[in-house]
């Protein structure tokens, strides 16, 4: 696995990532994601319909909502809250004195 450094420090991640946001990195569209102050990785693409997941929003449970029939995915585990679609694909994030870096 490669550690792709994403951010120079935890206050500019949390800085970028006041909202959902999308990363594209090696052709994949990944959506960045903040939840009590842990950052998260996990595939843009909603496996409902599609939609664009870095223009959804955070709950308060942790779940990344997407925009346009509102499912609900853990941004730990991918998965959906009813399971009415497959989980999302998640990626790793690092933090330490270097960086954050995503791994892929
Ligand atoms: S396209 Fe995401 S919930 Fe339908």
Redesign the pocket.
């Known amino acids: 696995m490669d550690w792709i450094k994403i951010f120079n420090d935890h206050t500019e991640a949390a800085d970028a990532l006041s909202k959902p946001r999308l990363l594209v990195l090696r052709g994949r569209r990944i959506c960045l994601a903040l939840f009590q102050e842990k950052i998260f990785a996990v595939q843009d693409k909603?496996t409902?319909?599609?939609?664009t997941l870095s223009k959804g929003t955070v709950n308060y449970c942790g779940e990344v909502v997407?925009p346009?029939?509102?499912?609900q995915f853990n941004l730990k585990t991918g998965r959906e809250r009813e399971q009415r679609s497959d989980d999302l694909e998640c990626f790793p994030i690092q933090e330490n004195e270097g960086g954050i870096f995503i791994g892929m």
Not at 48 to 51: F, I, K
Not at 68 to 71: E, K, M, T
């Open positions: 909603c409902h319909r599609g939609d997407c346009l029939h509102q499912y």
